[in-house]
Antibody
């Protein structure tokens, strides 16, 4: 069974870049048919999809974040990464990585990591 | 509209049936998933493709989707079902509903 684990700094200064990694184990990130996603949850709020990457490198982002987001994949290391530039306090959230299969069904999630943006 | 609307909260007595709705424009034309999330934990998929249950999800949890509304139904609700529930769909982008807090009391 595939497992995902987020890692990265728990605190980022405002105006800087948030960078997170998601390590995948129990399965290959190069498997066809899976979309490797980032989803966030503001404290006490709902879920917000950030974007996904396919193992080929093809990406798709939430229009509301598209100008600030990039997602990359490293098939040799079996992980994918998120970068969010020019962060503000509004980017403080728990960030989840997740795998989606056919019909964008998110059937595997990491535990999530809290990132706090400080001034 | 590109929004999914859920009631903020639903309350149910133990053993009764809980229904959580998710409304969106022509939602019945799209596939809907439902997630259960308990405090401090990641979401857990409980329904996908409108009506299907992943392995390990009890039969008392079911889903439907027609017209502009998808519904998650929990029959014989137990205290263990108390959680936040989110609907999700996608067409040109992935969308989540705002979430519904299910209280069992």
């Amino acid at each position: 069974q595939v497992q995902l684990q987020e890692s990265g700094p728990g605190q980022v200064k405002a105006s800087q870049t948030l960078s997170l990694n998601c390590s995948v184990s129990g399965g290959s990130i190069s498997s066809a048919g899976y979309y490797w996603s980032w989803i966030r949850q503001h404290p006490g709020k709902g879920l917000e999809w950030i974007g996904y990457i396919y193992y080929t490198g093809s990406t798709h982002f939430n229009p509301s974040l598209k100008s600030r987001v990039s997602i990359s994949v490293d098939t040799s290391q079996n992980h994918f990464s998120l970068k969010l530039i020019s962060v503000t306090a509004a980017d403080t959230a728990v960030y989840f990585c997740a795998r989606a299969g056919n019909a964008m069904v998110f059937n595997s999630w990491g535990q999530g990591t809290l990132v706090t943006v400080s001034s | 509209s590109d929004e999914l609307t859920q009631p903020p909260s639903v309350s149910v007595s133990p053993g009764q049936t809980a229904s959580i709705t998710c409304s969106g424009d022509k939602l019945g034309d799209k596939y809907v998933c439902w997630f259960q999330q308990k405090p401090g934990q990641p979401p857990v998929l409980v329904i996908y493709q409108d009506t299907k249950r992943p392995s390990g999800i009890p039969e008392r949890i079911s889903g439907s989707n027609s017209g502009n509304t998808a519904t998650l139904t929990i029959s014989g609700t137990q205290t263990v079902d108390e959680a936040d529930y989110y609907c999700q769909t996608w067409d040109t982008t992935v969308m989540f509903g705002g979430g519904t807090k299910l209280t069992v009391l």
